[in-house]
T-cell receptor
Framework: NAGVTQTPKFQVLKTGQSMTLQCAQD?????MSWYRQDPGMGLRLIHY???????DQGEVPNGYNVSRSTTEDFPLRLLSAAPSQTSVYFC?????????????FGQGTRLTVV | EDQVTQSPEALRLQEGESSSLNCSYT??????LFWYRQDPGKGPEFLFT???AGEEKEKERLKATLTKKESFLHITAPKPEDSATYLC???????????FGAGTRLFVKA
């Protein structure tokens, strides 16, 4: 059971370049989200999705785009990379049952913008 | 403004020395209070979700409790393998639109 898979694990970009961070989950979860984690600030929500075709902005959406064409995949696009986007990015999926909500995170993508 | 604050920032314990981590929150429309464990270089690992004041949940040496303003993560007789950063988050029922605290780094020495 792979869970939540993120690729790549590491990436270096030049300012102005664009790229897509990939996220895939094999648990058939409806809810998926993207966070960035910066030292001393905790995780901050970038974008989230409640199902295929439905996305919404989180706390820090500027400079990022998302789409959700399938339940499994939720890619994050950086339109024009800036040094302020240097961070560790985490994708998560979650499910809610009678026992409550449980979220699963990927291993992260460490992005450096130079 | 919605906010989640964790204290202390770092905690050093001897093996077997029980203690508690604090998470205070002001999140409008809070539907769930979440605890995660994060090891260096890894993604957060889900521990607990609490929904109402007075609720308690346990897992091995960890017990999470919730009041109307705070949550505590109690660690009983910790072992070195409990060393990690513990994250608290407040959010809605789905658990995907959450506000995270900065975390408490726990070090347990043998």
């Amino acid at each position: 059971n792979a869970g939540v898979t993120q690729t790549p694990k590491f990436q270096v970009l030049k300012t102005g370049q664009s790229m897509t961070l990939q996220c895939a989950q094999d648990m058939n979860h409806e809810y998926m989200s993207w966070y960035r984690q910066d030292p001393g600030m905790g995780l901050r929500l970038i974008h989230y999705s409640v199902g295929a075709g439905i996305t919404d902005q989180g706390e820090v959406p500027n400079g990022y785009n998302v789409s959700r064409s399938t339940t499994e995949d939720f890619p994050l696009r950086l339109l024009s990379a800036a040094p302020s986007q240097t961070s560790v990015y985490f994708c998560a999926s979650s499910k809610t049952t009678g026992e409550g909500t449980e979220a699963f995170f990927g291993q992260g993508t460490r992005l450096t913008v130079v | 403004e919605d906010q989640v604050t964790q204290s202390p920032e770092a905690l050093r314990l001897q093996e077997g020395e029980s203690s508690s981590l604090n998470c205070s929150y002001t999140v409008s429309g809070l539907r769930g209070l979440f605890w995660y464990r994060q090891d260096p270089g890894k993604g957060p690992e889900f521990l607990f979700t609490l929904y109402s004041a007075g609720e308690e949940k346990e897992k091995e040496r960890l017990k999470a409790t919730l009041t109307k303003k705070e949550s505590f993560l109690h660690i009983t007789a910790p072992k070195p393998e409990d060393s990690a950063t513990y994250l608290c988050a407040g959010g809605d029922t789905g658990g995907f639109k959450t506000i995270f605290g900065a975390g408490t780094r726990l070090f347990v020495k043998a």
